[in-house]
T-cell receptor, first 113, second 116 residues
Protein backbone atom coordinates (compact mmCIF):
# COMPACT_ATOMS: atom_id res chain seq x y z
CA UNK A 1 0.00 0.00 0.00
CA UNK A 2 1.11 3.54 -0.64
CA UNK A 3 1.87 5.27 2.60
CA UNK A 4 2.69 8.70 1.28
CA UNK A 5 -0.10 10.94 0.13
CA UNK A 6 0.97 13.99 -1.77
CA UNK A 7 -0.72 17.29 -2.17
CA UNK A 8 -1.40 18.87 -4.57
CA UNK A 9 -1.63 16.27 -7.32
CA UNK A 10 -0.67 18.92 -9.85
CA UNK A 11 0.86 22.37 -9.56
CA UNK A 12 1.31 24.94 -12.29
CA UNK A 13 3.42 28.06 -11.70
CA UNK A 14 5.45 30.69 -13.53
CA UNK A 15 9.22 30.72 -13.68
CA UNK A 16 10.69 32.49 -10.69
CA UNK A 17 7.87 31.54 -8.33
CA UNK A 18 8.26 29.12 -5.47
CA UNK A 19 6.70 25.66 -5.55
CA UNK A 20 5.57 23.84 -2.42
CA UNK A 21 4.57 20.20 -2.32
CA UNK A 22 3.30 18.33 0.71
CA UNK A 23 3.49 14.72 1.76
CA UNK A 24 1.69 12.90 4.56
CA UNK A 25 2.41 9.42 5.80
CA UNK A 26 0.90 6.99 8.28
CA UNK A 27 3.53 4.97 10.12
CA UNK A 28 6.83 5.59 11.88
CA UNK A 29 9.79 6.37 9.69
CA UNK A 30 13.55 6.36 9.87
CA UNK A 31 13.83 8.95 7.13
CA UNK A 32 11.85 10.55 4.33
CA UNK A 33 13.18 11.18 0.85
CA UNK A 34 12.13 13.18 -2.16
CA UNK A 35 12.66 12.01 -5.71
CA UNK A 36 12.15 13.67 -9.06
CA UNK A 37 10.96 12.01 -12.24
CA UNK A 38 11.12 13.58 -15.67
CA UNK A 39 8.38 12.33 -17.93
CA UNK A 40 8.59 8.53 -18.26
CA UNK A 41 12.16 8.41 -16.99
CA UNK A 42 13.73 6.92 -13.90
CA UNK A 43 13.44 8.60 -10.53
CA UNK A 44 16.36 10.62 -9.24
CA UNK A 45 17.05 11.14 -5.55
CA UNK A 46 16.90 14.78 -4.48
CA UNK A 47 17.17 15.00 -0.71
CA UNK A 48 16.80 12.95 2.45
CA UNK A 49 15.68 14.12 5.86
CA UNK A 50 16.06 11.94 8.93
CA UNK A 51 13.36 11.52 11.55
CA UNK A 52 15.33 13.54 14.09
CA UNK A 53 15.72 16.49 11.70
CA UNK A 54 13.17 19.25 11.17
CA UNK A 55 14.55 21.06 8.17
CA UNK A 56 17.16 20.51 5.49
CA UNK A 57 18.43 22.54 2.58
CA UNK A 58 20.11 21.62 -0.68
CA UNK A 59 20.60 24.38 -3.22
CA UNK A 60 17.13 25.67 -4.11
CA UNK A 61 15.45 22.84 -2.22
CA UNK A 62 14.14 23.08 1.30
CA UNK A 63 12.56 20.12 3.03
CA UNK A 64 10.74 20.16 6.34
CA UNK A 65 9.59 17.25 8.43
CA UNK A 66 7.02 17.23 11.22
CA UNK A 67 6.95 13.76 12.74
CA UNK A 68 4.16 14.70 15.14
CA UNK A 69 1.91 15.44 12.18
CA UNK A 70 3.51 12.78 9.99
CA UNK A 71 4.03 15.25 7.21
CA UNK A 72 6.77 16.74 5.08
CA UNK A 73 7.00 19.53 2.58
CA UNK A 74 9.33 20.22 -0.33
CA UNK A 75 9.91 23.82 -1.33
CA UNK A 76 11.61 24.68 -4.61
CA UNK A 77 12.58 28.32 -4.67
CA UNK A 78 12.95 30.49 -7.77
CA UNK A 79 11.64 27.73 -10.01
CA UNK A 80 12.83 27.22 -13.57
CA UNK A 81 11.21 25.61 -16.59
CA UNK A 82 13.72 22.78 -16.16
CA UNK A 83 12.12 21.96 -12.79
CA UNK A 84 9.05 20.68 -14.64
CA UNK A 85 8.73 17.06 -13.49
CA UNK A 86 6.88 14.79 -11.09
CA UNK A 87 8.02 14.83 -7.49
CA UNK A 88 7.59 11.90 -5.13
CA UNK A 89 8.06 11.53 -1.44
CA UNK A 90 9.22 8.15 -0.17
CA UNK A 91 9.30 6.88 3.38
CA UNK A 92 11.93 4.54 4.76
CA UNK A 93 11.08 2.67 7.95
CA UNK A 94 14.73 1.77 8.51
CA UNK A 95 16.35 -1.63 8.90
CA UNK A 96 13.05 -3.38 9.53
CA UNK A 97 11.82 -2.43 6.08
CA UNK A 98 14.53 -4.49 4.38
CA UNK A 99 15.36 -1.86 1.80
CA UNK A 100 11.82 -0.97 0.86
CA UNK A 101 10.81 2.60 0.23
CA UNK A 102 7.10 3.39 0.11
CA UNK A 103 6.28 6.05 -2.45
CA UNK A 104 3.52 8.60 -2.61
CA UNK A 105 1.41 9.22 -5.71
CA UNK A 106 3.49 12.21 -6.72
CA UNK A 107 2.94 15.85 -7.55
CA UNK A 108 3.17 16.93 -11.18
CA UNK A 109 4.90 20.31 -11.32
CA UNK A 110 4.72 22.44 -14.43
CA UNK A 111 6.82 25.59 -14.57
CA UNK A 112 5.90 27.96 -17.38
CA UNK A 113 8.66 30.09 -18.93
CA UNK B 1 29.55 6.00 -14.57
CA UNK B 2 27.53 4.60 -11.67
CA UNK B 3 24.26 3.36 -13.05
CA UNK B 4 21.46 0.84 -13.16
CA UNK B 5 20.85 -0.55 -16.63
CA UNK B 6 17.58 -2.11 -17.69
CA UNK B 7 16.76 -3.91 -20.90
CA UNK B 8 14.67 -3.80 -22.93
CA UNK B 9 13.49 -0.22 -22.58
CA UNK B 10 10.37 -0.89 -24.59
CA UNK B 11 8.62 -4.18 -25.29
CA UNK B 12 5.32 -5.18 -26.80
CA UNK B 13 4.43 -8.81 -26.30
CA UNK B 14 1.41 -11.10 -26.29
CA UNK B 15 -0.37 -12.85 -23.47
CA UNK B 16 1.43 -15.94 -22.27
CA UNK B 17 4.78 -15.38 -23.94
CA UNK B 18 7.47 -15.57 -21.28
CA UNK B 19 9.76 -12.60 -21.04
CA UNK B 20 12.64 -11.39 -18.93
CA UNK B 21 13.59 -7.83 -18.14
CA UNK B 22 17.23 -7.61 -17.19
CA UNK B 23 18.70 -5.27 -14.60
CA UNK B 24 22.36 -4.71 -13.87
CA UNK B 25 24.12 -2.29 -11.51
CA UNK B 26 27.80 -1.40 -11.33
CA UNK B 27 27.88 0.11 -7.84
CA UNK B 28 28.37 -3.09 -5.81
CA UNK B 29 25.04 -2.46 -4.08
CA UNK B 30 23.62 -5.18 -1.85
CA UNK B 31 19.98 -4.17 -2.25
CA UNK B 32 18.10 -4.41 -5.50
CA UNK B 33 14.38 -4.12 -6.13
CA UNK B 34 11.74 -3.93 -8.82
CA UNK B 35 8.88 -1.45 -8.89
CA UNK B 36 6.02 -0.96 -11.27
CA UNK B 37 4.47 2.42 -11.93
CA UNK B 38 0.86 2.77 -12.97
CA UNK B 39 -1.25 5.93 -13.37
CA UNK B 40 -3.07 6.76 -10.16
CA UNK B 41 -1.29 4.01 -8.23
CA UNK B 42 2.20 5.43 -7.98
CA UNK B 43 5.16 3.10 -7.58
CA UNK B 44 4.61 -0.29 -6.03
CA UNK B 45 7.34 -2.72 -5.08
CA UNK B 46 7.22 -6.11 -6.79
CA UNK B 47 10.24 -7.95 -5.35
CA UNK B 48 13.41 -7.05 -3.58
CA UNK B 49 16.73 -8.68 -2.84
CA UNK B 50 18.95 -8.02 0.13
CA UNK B 51 21.92 -9.83 -1.35
CA UNK B 52 22.91 -12.76 -3.56
CA UNK B 53 20.42 -15.63 -3.26
CA UNK B 54 18.22 -13.59 -0.88
CA UNK B 55 14.95 -12.38 -2.37
CA UNK B 56 11.51 -11.62 -1.01
CA UNK B 57 8.11 -10.43 -2.12
CA UNK B 58 7.10 -6.81 -2.18
CA UNK B 59 3.56 -5.48 -2.37
CA UNK B 60 2.54 -6.85 -5.77
CA UNK B 61 4.53 -10.04 -6.52
CA UNK B 62 1.80 -12.05 -8.25
CA UNK B 63 2.76 -13.06 -11.78
CA UNK B 64 6.44 -12.25 -11.37
CA UNK B 65 9.61 -14.12 -10.49
CA UNK B 66 13.10 -12.90 -9.73
CA UNK B 67 16.50 -14.37 -9.11
CA UNK B 68 19.75 -13.01 -7.69
CA UNK B 69 22.58 -15.30 -8.68
CA UNK B 70 25.13 -12.50 -8.94
CA UNK B 71 25.39 -9.32 -6.96
CA UNK B 72 25.13 -7.04 -9.98
CA UNK B 73 22.15 -8.66 -11.73
CA UNK B 74 18.50 -8.88 -10.74
CA UNK B 75 16.28 -9.99 -13.63
CA UNK B 76 12.50 -9.79 -13.53
CA UNK B 77 10.72 -12.72 -15.12
CA UNK B 78 7.14 -12.77 -16.33
CA UNK B 79 6.41 -16.46 -16.90
CA UNK B 80 3.00 -15.91 -18.51
CA UNK B 81 2.38 -12.21 -19.02
CA UNK B 82 -1.17 -10.90 -18.92
CA UNK B 83 -2.59 -7.51 -20.01
CA UNK B 84 -2.80 -6.32 -16.38
CA UNK B 85 1.00 -6.45 -16.30
CA UNK B 86 1.17 -3.68 -18.87
CA UNK B 87 3.12 -1.08 -16.96
CA UNK B 88 6.30 0.93 -16.59
CA UNK B 89 8.87 -1.09 -14.67
CA UNK B 90 11.81 0.23 -12.72
CA UNK B 91 14.76 -1.55 -11.27
CA UNK B 92 16.56 0.15 -8.40
CA UNK B 93 19.57 -0.57 -6.26
CA UNK B 94 20.94 0.80 -3.04
CA UNK B 95 23.65 0.56 -0.44
CA UNK B 96 22.07 0.86 2.92
CA UNK B 97 24.68 2.74 4.87
CA UNK B 98 25.36 5.36 7.45
CA UNK B 99 24.55 5.30 11.13
CA UNK B 100 20.83 5.31 10.51
CA UNK B 101 20.94 2.84 7.66
CA UNK B 102 19.28 5.18 5.20
CA UNK B 103 18.32 3.52 1.95
CA UNK B 104 18.80 5.81 -1.04
CA UNK B 105 17.74 4.26 -4.33
CA UNK B 106 19.40 4.59 -7.71
CA UNK B 107 16.87 3.87 -10.43
CA UNK B 108 17.20 2.51 -13.91
CA UNK B 109 15.67 4.40 -16.83
CA UNK B 110 12.60 2.17 -16.90
CA UNK B 111 11.14 -0.53 -19.14
CA UNK B 112 7.77 0.13 -20.70
CA UNK B 113 5.99 -3.17 -21.21
CA UNK B 114 2.77 -3.67 -23.16
CA UNK B 115 1.04 -7.04 -23.06
CA UNK B 116 -1.61 -7.55 -25.74
Amino acid sequence: SQQGEEDPQALSIQEGENATMNCSYKTSINNLQWYRQNSGRGLVHLILIRSNEREKHSGRLRVTLDTSKKSSSLLITASRAADTASYFCATDAGWTSYGKLTFGQGTILTVHP
Amino acid sequence: EAQVTQNPRYLITVTGKKLTVTCSQNMNHEYMSWYRQDPGLGLRQIYYSMNVEVTDKGDVPEGYKVSRKEKRNFPLILESPSPNQTSLYFCASSFRGGLSGANVLTFGAGSRLTVL
